[in-house]
Every structure is written in C-alpha cells, then in structure tokens.
C-alpha cells in the first residue's frame, strides 16, 4: 500500500512538472493557463476517461484515480480554514468606503446566477429535461465557487442522490475557469485599444500611494505580519494552525448535527446536515487564529497565502483530472444551457452595470470582480496585475477587503453550502423570488448609491 501511495505522489509531481511546461508553449502561455489547469488536463487525457478509451496502453491505472478523486473535498477544508487567517482587518467604515463598489457589484453578479438558473429551471431544463430543482444552485456553485466548492459540497450531491449534478458543477467550474481567462485577456486588449485603462494623474496617483501607506501603517499597528521569508518552522506552526482551525470546524459541526439530531430532526427534517465541513471549517480558522493570538504567536499571511495556495493548485488539479465525462452524453444539453447563461449574465455585469456602479477606474473594478465570478480569486488577482501592475489605483486593496465582505456568504460561503438544501426545504419557485429581491436590492446600491456618489 506504500508502495501505491508513493507512485501516486510521484503521478502526481509528474503531472504538475508536465502542466508547468505545457502552460509555457507559446500559444498557451498567451491564454495565462495556470499550471493547475493545465496539469489536470494532462491527467485527463491519460485516464479511464480518455486514454483507457482510445489509446489504452498509454492510461495511468484506474487505482490511482480512484486515490485522486478523495483529495479535492480535504483540499477544499484546509483553504477555508485559512481563508481569513492573516487578513488584515480594518474598522468596517474604512473597508466599506474601500470596497463597497466592488461588494455591491460581486453580489448582484452571485445573486443574478441563482436568478437566471433558477428562470432556467423552472422554465426549461426542470420541466422539459427532467432534471431536480437542485440544478439551479449549479450555476453560482461552479461559476463563483469554483471546483473547490464543487469538492467540498460532495457529501451534499450524495446525500441528495445528486451525483449528476457534481459531474455537471465540475464541468461548469472548468469551462468557466478557461473562459475567464480566454475572455479576460480578450476584453483587457480591447480595453487598451479603447481607452478605458487609466490609472488617473499624478494627483490622483500620489493620493492613492498615501491612502495605501496610511492602511498598511494602521495594519502593522495592529500586529499584522508581511513577512515574505519562508522557514521550516513558519511552515510547521502554520500547517498545525490551520489543522487546529479544520479540527474546531469539525468540532462546530459535529455538535450542530448533535443538536439538530435531538431537536427537529427526530421528525426526519434534516438541514444543517447538508450543510458541507468546509463551511465550518472557515469559523474554526478564525477562532483558531483567535487563540494564537492569545499564545502571543504571530499569523504570518504570506505564509497562509503561500499553504492555500500549494493546497488549491492540488486541488484543482484532482477534481479535474478525475471528473467524469458522461454528463456530456446525458446531461449535455443541460451544460450547455447553464454555460450559455452564465457567460451572457456576468457579461452583461460588466458592460451594462459596472461603468454605472465604479465612478473611478470602472474597469479595473470590473475585471477583478469579472475573473473572481467565472474562475478563481487567483484569476482575478491576475487580471489587476495586467490592467495595473503598479497598483495605481488601490483595485487589489479594495478587492481584498471586498472578499472579507463576500466570501462568507457567497462564492463557497454560507449561502452557498445551504443554497441546495434551501432550495429543497422552501421550493424552487420561492428561493428564486428570495434572491431577485435581494440582487435588486444590491443592484440599486450599486447604481443609486456608489454610482452618484461623488
């Protein structure tokens, strides 16, 4: 069994050495394919899915496949934990005044894909293709959750006896995630050629740079570390924070389920145990953290940062390299629709709401939020590297501070673990109403509010 573990480990390096050269060929260097994308794909092709079908000397055992396909749903717990560890935290007026735009927009985007899948469902794919009323909650799980979400959401597809709906989340977090980048790179060149990425003048830069200084002056103040230097032991302390942090999510949830197992759920009602760990996970970071604090010892955010990282590259890289490919002869009509939908929606986010909502710099803004919603933080974080890779405009800040207002409810947070049991305890019809009236309501924040405000 060592033996078997090793090799898989070995596979598995092979597979990131073979994306890291992959993602560098000329063509799709141009396209910023990260390395976990590209490696998954390699696995891909040489699985049961492709080679075992048309080129069967050339797969990788099955066997191994099967070790893979466990990895992303632990991966997925380990970087909630840490999701807020080290972040820098500021009074909520401050962060509000930074980042409300980039909030107002991010959640009308995440509200509208409930909405529009939710028309979808009801409309068409429930009604005329058979499928549950869970499909609706599919769109804003792959789109903004992305294949980690999809992971750590596994226990509730099963549950739910929703396997159907798992394959089709992955294949959507994929085909987003090389969309996202595909057309981000595409709406970043027209950008230039039209004029629409300014960084402002002198005047408007140098107040940025002193905005930026006094926020990183109040942080240290505060005891938050920019440390950058990589130790063994800053790695040890931090891999048992943040297994500290999954332990008290555990913890949370096992005595949630005790509770609800005493209370309603003698009865056969069931909610919170649908409710995936990784979302309890996030709360036991930041208590974990609480208490480091308390033992006088230092969270070091790079080093989070660099540990979610590493996990997230492994994590994209298994869920899919082991997805499976019949959704595409079953359910492909269904793919197709949800896709369609998704893209249209977050492109009309960006060209019809986003110049209305951000005053300043409406662009850089809108690429951020624009790479989060269809791929990954990392993707978004790429694309204000592009548009301002001397951060002129303060964009990276207000999409930091943006997340501490977003993550824990959208995009893999709360409502979106709960989205599914939600909708099977209220109804469909019911749950789509709920989530327009709250896009309208961070639509007109959006556009009335941050869009007048001078």
């Given at each position: 069994?060592l033996e078997?573990?090793?090799?898989a480990?070995l596979?598995?390096?092979g597979?990131?050495?073979?994306?890291?050269?992959l993602?560098?060929l000329p063509?799709?260097?141009?396209l910023?394919?990260p390395t976990s994308?590209?490696?998954?794909v390699l696995?891909?092709?040489?699985g049961p899915q492709?080679?075992?079908?048309?080129f069967?000397?050339?797969?990788?055992?099955t066997?191994?496949?099967e070790m893979?396909?466990?990895?992303?749903k632990?991966m997925i717990t380990l970087?909630?934990a840490?999701?807020f560890?080290?972040?820098?935290l500021?009074s909520?007026?401050k962060?509000?005044?930074?980042a409300?735009?980039?909030?107002?927009?991010?959640q009308t985007?995440?509200w509208?894909?409930?909405v529009?899948?939710?028309?979808l469902?009801?409309?068409?794919?429930?009604?005329?293709?058979g499928?549950?009323?869970f499909?609706a909650?599919?769109?804003?799980?792959?789109?903004?959750?992305?294949?980690?979400?999809?992971a750590?959401?596994?226990?509730v597809?099963h549950?739910?006896d929703?396997?159907?709906g798992r394959?089709?989340?992955t294949?959507l977090a994929t085909?987003s995630?090389v969309?996202?980048?595909v057309i981000?790179?595409i709406?970043?060149?027209?950008?230039?050629?039209?004029?629409?990425?300014?960084t402002g003048g002198?005047?408007r830069?140098?107040?940025?740079?002193?905005?930026?200084?006094?926020i990183?002056a109040?942080?240290?103040?505060?005891g938050v570390?920019f440390?950058r230097?990589?130790?063994?032991?800053?790695?040890?302390?931090?891999l048992?924070?943040?297994?500290?942090?999954?332990?008290i999510?555990?913890?949370m949830h096992?005595?949630?389920?005790?509770?609800e197992?005493q209370?309603?759920g003698?009865?056969?009602?069931?909610?919170?145990?649908?409710?995936p760990l990784f979302?309890?996970?996030?709360f036991?970071g930041?208590?974990?953290q609480?208490?480091?604090?308390?033992?006088?010892?230092?969270v070091v955010r790079?080093?989070v940062e660099?540990?979610s990282?590493l996990t997230l590259?492994l994590l994209?890289m298994?869920?899919i390299?082991?997805?499976?490919?019949?959704?595409?002869?079953?359910?492909?009509l269904?793919?197709?629709?949800?896709?369609g939908?998704?893209?249209?929606?977050?492109?009309?986010?960006?060209?019809?709401?986003?110049?209305r909502m951000f005053r300043?710099y409406?662009?850089q803004?809108?690429i951020?939020?624009?790479?989060?919603?269809?791929g990954?933080?990392?993707?978004?974080l790429?694309?204000?590297q592009?548009v301002d890779?001397k951060?002129k405009?303060?964009?990276v800040?207000a999409f930091g501070?943006?997340?501490?207002?977003f993550e824990?409810?959208?995009g893999?947070?709360?409502?979106?673990?709960?989205?599914m049991?939600?909708?099977?305890?209220?109804?469909?019809?019911?749950f789509?109403a709920?989530?327009a009236?709250?896009?309208?309501f961070?639509l007109?924040?959006?556009l009335?509010y941050?869009g007048?405000k001078?």
């Amino acid at each position: 069994m060592l033996e078997t573990y090793i090799t898989a480990t070995l596979l598995l390096v092979g597979a990131v050495v073979g994306g890291y050269v992959l993602a560098r060929l000329p063509l799709v260097r141009r396209l910023f394919i990260p390395t976990s994308l590209a490696a998954g794909v390699l696995l891909l092709v040489f699985g049961p899915q492709v080679a075992g079908k048309y080129f069967p000397e050339m797969q990788i055992p099955t066997e191994f496949y099967e070790m893979w396909s466990v990895l992303p749903k632990y991966m997925i717990t380990l970087v909630f934990a840490g999701l807020f560890m080290g972040k820098p935290l500021l009074s909520f007026k401050k962060m509000w005044r930074l980042a409300g735009p980039q909030v107002a927009f991010g959640q009308t985007v995440a509200w509208g894909q409930y909405v529009i899948a939710g028309i979808l469902t009801l409309c068409i794919i429930t009604p005329l293709l058979g499928m549950p009323a869970f499909t609706a909650a599919l769109l804003e799980i792959s789109f903004e959750g992305g294949h980690g979400t999809v992971a750590g959401m596994t226990p509730v597809f099963h549950d739910l006896d929703f396997e159907t709906g798992r394959q089709i989340a992955t294949g959507l977090a994929t085909a987003s995630l090389v969309s996202a980048l595909v057309i981000g790179v595409i709406l970043i060149n027209w950008g230039r050629r039209a004029g629409h990425i300014k960084t402002g003048g002198p005047v408007r830069v140098a107040r940025n740079k002193v905005y930026y200084h006094t926020i990183v002056a109040e942080l240290r103040k505060k005891g938050v570390s920019f440390r950058r230097v990589v130790t063994f032991r800053t790695l040890t302390s931090h891999l048992i924070l943040l297994g500290l942090g999954v332990g008290i999510g555990w913890v949370m949830h096992q005595g949630i389920l005790q509770l609800e197992a005493q209370l309603w759920g003698r009865e056969g009602h069931k909610f919170f145990a649908y409710v995936p760990l990784f979302t309890f996970a996030m709360f036991g970071g930041m208590v974990a953290q609480f208490i480091w604090h308390k033992l006088r010892l230092k969270v070091v955010r790079e080093m989070v940062e660099l540990i979610s990282t590493l996990t997230l590259t492994l994590l994209i890289m298994a869920a899919i390299g082991t997805m499976s490919l019949e959704f595409l002869v079953s359910d492909g009509l269904v793919f197709i629709l949800l896709y369609g939908a998704g893209v249209l929606w977050i492109l009309f986010a960006f060209f019809g709401l986003a110049r209305r909502m951000f005053r300043r710099y409406w662009f850089q803004n809108a690429i951020v939020s624009f790479g989060q919603g269809m791929g990954m933080t990392a993707t978004g974080l790429l694309f204000a590297q592009m548009v301002d890779p001397k951060n002129k405009t303060n964009v990276v800040e207000a999409f930091g501070y943006k997340q501490l207002m977003f993550e824990p409810l959208m995009g893999g947070g709360i409502v979106t673990a709960l989205s599914m049991p939600i909708i099977m305890t209220v109804g469909l019809p019911l749950f789509t109403a709920v989530c327009a009236g709250i896009m309208v309501f961070w639509l007109l924040v959006g556009l009335l509010y941050f869009g007048r405000k001078k």
